[in-house]
């Protein structure tokens, strides 16, 4: 999926932030040409970290948060991690 890929990252982190931004304004940021940032999205999407929807000729993207829960979820599983949060009993006295 290539979370090492520096670019990539930075794409991410700018979505996070952002919420949801359309390549141009997301090409503009990261001082990029719109067809590089638009092969990263591509890469992005076919791992299925983020979803992009059409509005006219402007295509807006944003992380798919459910899709990288359920992926984050299966990855525990094949880990063998197991739900950390502990719940406290307070000691009434």
């Known amino acids: 999926m290539g979370f090492a890929n520096p670019t990539r990252l930075r794409i991410l982190e700018r979505l996070g932030k952002a919420g949801e931004e359309n390549v141009n304004d997301l090409a503009a940021h990261l001082h990029m040409s719109q067809p590089r940032i638009s092969w990263h999205l ?24 459910e899709n990288i829960a359920r992926e984050r979820a299966r990855l525990d599983h094949m880990l063998g991690i197991k739900d950390r949060v502990k719940v406290r009993e307070e000691v009434r006295a």
């Open 42 to 65: 591509r890469m992005l999407r076919v791992g299925g970290v983020i979803r992009t929807r059409r509005e006219g000729r402007q295509v807006y993207c944003s992380l798919d948060l």
